[in-house]
């Protein structure tokens, strides 16, 4: 009744083409961002944007990255948490070594050297397909685990071989406070999350989601698969590698190269998957799934325990909570491979027709 | 079905919107000093990391039966961190500002003391890293909020040294030779090679650096490569299962175990108890305490706390190196409450800030370590400062029998004048690089 | 040149090894087409069921002998990884069969995170050992012909007797039984195996099976080694380069490649690694099959992956 495109007219090719073509769409979507940006800010605790909604933010820009990969140009890639790591202390290296750099240039340069390494790692993905890829991505993934740790120049020629970053600030405004940092965030996320969503849905896009499809098929119809697979490498490097910068720089402060290790691969890979492969908005429900069960079990099951008198240990806390997510991830998997987005466009498919049932 | 899926979901949601939006219920009772156990009970840690935790907890409880901290009660809530930078900094979030704020965080894994160190200040909470952790944070007119009490990297590697250097017959002798590092290949590992490059560029002898990358498990190739070079000695600075797989490699490559030295994370039972007799000879530094089965504060806690049913952890593991860790831990965190309340009130509740200047003027005599119990255990005094948040550079070396440890050297101390150039050269580094400006109040 | 050759006795004893746990995850990619990312746990589960039945059975059952504890741990730790067989079968890939692989590796990972929690669970987090009563110390031969002689270490030609011993009665089991056959069916084809009337969920219990017992005899061989802990999982992200590098569906592949990483693996390490400061061997392997891939897509002996348009 209320979700209805009737008398929604376009009247230019322009309008035709907006990203939120429905009324009703684009109404929600702002109320959302205004939301993120004014509601959330009101009503959230300390402990609320720094242990949840910052890292929530920053896995879901990483998803995102990886869903452009994974999900619309069909390139398994297990080595996201590189990528990641390469824009973390690129971004750090250019942030300390130039004097006075703005730390917007930084994370974005951060984003670009990730890309660098994204092209040169996607190189075998125009020979090699499928589980092979997904294999040997992990070869990025442990170079650049060992280089970061080697190469003394990477973190500054520091004794410690950590990085530290502090004193972040934009045109004057600090960012110190956990809302400032979600606010920051947010911004990056929103801006990207919209040039994903615009670029999926354009030539570019088409190509990679034809590449995913049957990719001797795309390049007999004309589909170059070598620019196609490897602008895919190219853009979700870059938002990986912003993403990353930003996890060191906002989430962290101070890192190791073990912060981006495989498990952090894999859990973006996770993220995307029971988001939805091939979803913009199934990154965000990918990465909240990740973010807060882990944390919503540690608080449950101690909880469940005490009203049947159970007083269950920190270690089986921590057994009982990987038992469980990993049933979750294949309770999922089962009843919906297409993640989560999909109970969303199920969910505003009824909204169409509601209330009517059919 | 609907209606089950859907009652499910509202129960799901509901549990977790409680659990996301809960806070801490003030407490009417009596005050309770909280110190939060980042705990490590879970994974590739889990057999080093799990007597710490549980000895951390002992002790606390043993305060709480010899009366509290002047009558103030300690309560510990572990959170599960499987040493994961991201839960670490989880945990931390949550449970700062609980039962009245934590008074002191004690991580032990690296990462997630290095993601903490900048939250510090902010939160004005103090993090004890007693044996690990940054070196040059001993200088606390740079690092006010971090104490690597009783000592850290570089002592260890300079002990070491030393003791390495007595066998040979004085340092003198070391020149010439080779001495390995098989390190673990990250922070944590590298930490120890500055004082012992230092060293060998003071004494003649020539390092050969080892990395081994996490988790090393696979080791063959730098035994080979120590088979081939036939180096004096091998200094190791290992954890879990490295520790192990390095002194099994030595065996089966036949490198004495006798030229073998860990630090104080590379030599407790759990590395070695299953390698038994091949292991005998190996020794590692001891950041003064080791195995301690027979002193009066494991005697303490067997009859106060696990006779009473209330022990965390298994009873044959009371005493041992990692566990006595957990117990110096927490006593090095009580008594800087005991210090502060000393100067803010004595039986009253003590906030981080005012547990940090307790940390910061800790005065524990060798008197006050028998009277706690750990007479044969720890050598006082412990006098921390702003410039010297170690207190105390007095270690010792302990060697496998086969089933235990046995000393076999004397206390010795560590070389303050090297040591200290190097981390007030480091430490200002560091605050130029991160716009940080030294602490001038007196006695800075 | 003794010390040259030291480096490829040890890499190709190491090589053996890695052949045993990538055999686990070709058998299993053979037959049903999952790529089963959980190896490595049901390695650290097979092994730590071993290590404490190994432990428990002299204390319930009051015997001392060493060998009988270890067979019975052994043949307990076997039927342990059937029932998991069964049910992983039962409650996870009949309700996945026919989606793409991506979503299989992902039930797997699943299954893995699953299998690390119930494991320590039932069995602890501490370290165990296994004892196979095998001597450590290294024994030198031909030290007429070399300065020192040459460096051997007996348990670990034990080892790799045991793994090669395994591996061919894999291949016998594969090459000369009627289930074998059977399996070889299902992994060409999953539907005409079915329209011939083969049971393919009976086939999937008896390859999980398989990959079970390879992952019980990789993780007594390890454990003995290291210690059975957690740390074990890590030994299956070593048996991934030479997965793909002797192709995802090639039992001699796996032999082959577990051989050429192992020993490129140590002579990198060996040779290559001080050059450049030491660890490379972590990613060596990768790199190398990395390499390898762009030359030959499927791997040196995998199935020539045809795209039909």
């Known amino acids: 009744m209320f979700y209805r495109e009737n008398g929604q007219f376009k009247t230019t090719y322009k309008s035709d083409q907006q990203i939120f073509a429905v009324k009703q769409d684009r109404i929600a979507i702002i109320a959302i961002i205004a939301f993120a940006f004014i509601g959330v800010p009101m009503l959230a605790d300390e402990y609320l944007f720094r242990a949840i909604l910052v890292p929530f933010l920053i896995l879901a820009l990483a998803a995102i990255g990886v869903n452009i990969l994974v999900g619309y140009c069909g390139q398994i890639s297990l080595g996201s948490g590189a990528f990641m790591a390469v824009g973390a202390y690129m971004a750090y290296n250019v942030f300390m070594r130039v004097e006075d750099m703005p730390l917007i240039v930084a994370l974005l340069s951060g984003g670009f050297f990730a890309m660098l390494a994204g092209i040169i790692f996607g190189i075998p993905s125009l020979r090699v397909k499928g589980l092979y890829l997904a294999v040997a991505t992990l070869a990025a993934q442990f170079f650049f685990d060992w280089l970061f740790v080697r190469v003394r120049w ?8 950590t990085a530290e970053v502090s004193n972040l600030s934009v045109f004057g405004w600090q960012i110190a406070t956990p809302m400032d940092k979600y606010l920051f965030v947010l911004g990056f996320v929103v801006v990207f999350a919209l040039l994903a969503k615009n670029l999926v849905r354009g030539p570019i896009g088409r190509e990679w989601m034809a590449i995913r499809d049957m990719d001797v098929a795309a390049s007999v119809i004309g589909i170059r698969p070598m620019y196609a697979k490897l602008t895919a490498f190219a853009v979700s490097s870059f938002i990986i590698g912003v993403a990353g910068a930003l996890w060191a ?29 091939g979803s913009i908005m199934g990154c965000f429900f990918g990465a909240a799934f990740i973010v807060i069960t882990p944390i919503v079990l540690n608080q449950l099951l101690p909880w469940i325990g005490s009203l049947f008198g159970v007083e269950i240990s920190t270690a089986m806390v921590g057994h009982a909570e990987f038992m469980i997510f990993g049933a979750l991830i294949v309770w999922f998997l089962i009843k919906e491979p297409h993640g989560l987005a999909k109970y969303w466009s199920m969910a505003r498919h009824k909204l169409r027709l509601w209330p009517f049932p059919h | 079905m609907r209606l089950r899926q859907l009652a499910l979901s509202a129960v799901v949601a509901v549990a977790a ?29 889990a057999p080093n990391a799990a007597p710490f935790a549980n000895g951390y907890a002992d002790y606390m409880k043993l305060v709480n039966a010899r009366g509290g901290i002047n009558g103030v009660q300690t309560l510990v809530e572990e959170c599960e961190t499987a040493y994961a930078t991201d839960r670490g900094v989880e945990c931390y979030e949550r449970l700062k500002a609980r039962h009245g704020g934590a008074t002191v ?20 909470i103090p993090m004890i890293t007693s044996g690990y952790g940054r070196s040059d944070t001993a200088d606390g007119a740079i690092f006010p909020w971090v104490f690597p009490l009783l000592g850290h990297y570089w002592i260890a ?28 290949d990250s922070p944590f590992g590298r930490e120890v090679l500055p004082i012992i490059n230092r060293r060998a560029e003071m004494h003649g002898f020539t390092v050969l650096a080892l990395p081994v990358p996490p ?31 390095a002194i099994r490699q030595a065996v089966a490559t036949g490198f004495p175990r006798d030229r073998m030295f860990g630090t104080w994370w590379s030599g407790a039972e759990p590395d070695l108890r299953d390698i038994g007799a091949d292991a005998r000879g190996y020794s590692a530094v001891m950041m003064q305490h080791g195995q301690a089965r027979d002193s009066e504060v494991v ?3 067997l009859a106060q706390v696990h006779d009473r049913g209330q022990g965390t952890g298994p009873r044959a593991e009371v005493g041992d190196v990692l566990y006595m860790r957990g117990v110096v831990g927490a006593m090095l965190a009580v008594e800087g409450v ?13 906030t981080g800030e005012q547990a940090r200047w307790g940390y910061e003027n800790l005065n524990i005599t060798q008197a006050r370590l028998d009277q706690l119990g750990f007479a044969g255990v720890l050598r006082g005094p412990i006098v921390t400062s702003c410039r010297n948040h170690v207190g105390t550079a007095m270690m010792r070396i302990h060697t496998w029998n086969g089933s235990g440890f046995d000393w076999s050297s004397d206390w010795l101390q560590a070389d303050m004048n090297v040591i200290n150039r190097m981390v007030t050269a480091s430490a200002e580094s560091f605050a130029r690089d991160n716009n940080i400006t030294r602490r001038t109040e007196p006695g800075c | 040149m003794g010390f040259f050759l030291e480096t490829i006795i040890a890499g190709l004893m190491n090589g053996v090894l890695y052949s045993l746990v990538a055999l686990g995850f070709v058998l299993i990619f053979k037959a049903s087409g999952v790529f089963n990312f959980a190896q490595g746990a049901m390695v650290l589960f097979a092994a730590l069921a071993m290590a404490r039945f190994a432990e428990w059975l002299p204390e319930w059952l009051g015997f001392e002998s060493l060998l009988l504890a270890n067979v019975l741990a052994f043949a307990i730790a076997a039927f342990l990884m059937l029932i998991f067989a069964w049910a992983v079968e039962r409650f996870v890939l009949r309700h996945l069969v026919n989606q793409e692989g991506v979503v299989l590796l992902m039930a797997t990972l699943g299954i893995t995170f699953f299998i690390d929690g119930f494991g320590q669970t039932i069995f602890g987090s501490d370290i165990y050992a296994i004892d196979l009563g095998l001597p450590a110390e290294p024994i030198f031969i031909l030290e007429g012909l070399f300065p020192g002689g040459l460096l051997i270490n007996q348990d670990d030609l034990v080892t790799a007797l045991m793994a090669m011993a395994m591996v061919a009665l894999l291949t016998l089991f594969f090459q000369k039984t009627g289930t074998g056959r059977a399996l070889r069916a299902v992994a060409d084809d999953h539907q005409a195996a079915q329209s011939v009337g083969i049971p393919l969920g009976r086939m999937w219990v008896i390859v999980w099976f398989m990959a079970g017992l390879t992952a019980l005899v990789a993780g007594m061989i390890w454990g003995e080694k290291m210690g059975v802990q957690f740390a074990l999982t890590f030994v299956a992200l070593k048996a991934l380069p030479v997965i793909i590098l002797g192709g995802l569906t090639s039992v001699p592949g796996a032999i082959v490649a577990g051989l050429i990483i192992g020993v490129s693996e140590q002579l990198a390490e060996v040779y290559i690694g001080p050059m450049v400061g030491g660890g490379i061997q972590i990613w060596f392997a990768y790199v190398l099959a990395m390499v390898v891939l762009l030359f030959r897509p499927q791997g040196l002996f995998g199935e020539k992956i045809i795209d039909r348009v």
């Open chain 2, 105 to 124: 965080f004690q991580p032990l894994s690296t990462g997630i003391t290095f993601a903490l160190m900048p939250r510090l200040a902010v939160d004005k």
């Open chain 2, 338 to 350: 005991f210090r502060a309340q000393e100067r803010f009130g004595r039986g009253r509740h003590v």
């Open chain 1, 249 to 277: 720089f906002v989430h962290l402060g101070s890192w190791e190269p073990l912060s981006f290790d495989i498990n952090r691969s894999f859990q973006l890979l996770f993220i995307v998957i029971i988001g939805g492969l």
């Open chain 1, 154 to 161: 990477f973190t500054l020629d520091s004794p410690a071989g």
């Open chain 2, 215 to 245: 988790p090393g498990v696979e080791q063959r190739a730098i035994w080979l490569q120590i088979r081939q070079q036939r180096p004096d000695f091998v200094i190791m600075q290992t954890w879990g299962v490295m520790t192990a797989t």
């Open chain 2, 299 to 301: 005697r303490q806690i």
């Open chain 2, 17 to 45: 919107l409680t659990s996301a939006l809960t806070t801490s219920l003030a407490m009417a009772q009596a005050p309770v000093q909280f110190f939060p156990s980042l705990t490590g009970r879970t994974g590739a840690v």
């Open chain 2, 157 to 184: 590697g300079d002990v070491v040294l030393q003791h390495i250097a007595n066998r040979s017959g004085g340092w003198a002798n070391l020149r010439g030779k080779t001495i390995a590092v098989v390190y673990h």
